[in-house]
């Protein structure tokens, strides 16, 4: 009971220091010897994209998933690797695709409007 009440009242006092606790990062990874430079990079770019757009970057990453995968159907991100199977597999893998079917149309807007890829053609140099 005791405990209980100690983890009660420790959470209730504590609530308010999660933010500054997110600055504990690089000191962390002096201690378990990781990448200082980094670890401090992380943390100014987390809390500058935080400060700029109220959102955090793992919030920006949910949203994106929500955008791009609405249905929350989970696919693979390898295919020969189950454990990769996530609804961020699939958003990214649909944005790809819409990606690549733009390029494909704009490619395509273009060697229309090719001189020299018509000239080719009349040539019979290039079969496409």
Do not use: W
Request: aromatic share 4%; charged share 25%.
């Amino acid at each position: 009971m005791k405990k209980i009440l100690i983890i009660i009242s420790l959470a209730i006092t504590l609530k308010s220091c999660a933010n500054s606790l997110a600055f504990l990062g690089p000191a962390s990874s002096v201690a378990g010897g990781g990448n200082v430079a980094q670890s401090a990079v992380s943390s100014a770019v987390s809390f500058g994209v935080k400060k700029q757009t109220g959102k955090s970057p793992s919030e920006h990453a949910i949203a994106y998933v929500k955008k791009y995968n609405p249905e929350n159907k989970k696919e693979k991100c390898l295919e020969f690797v189950d454990i990769t199977n996530s609804e961020a597999c699939a958003a990214v893998k649909e944005n790809i695709s819409k990606t690549k079917k733009k390029i494909v149309k704009v490619k395509n807007s273009i060697l229309d409007k090719s001189k020299i890829e018509d000239l080719a053609k009349k040539s019979g140099i290039v079969r496409r």
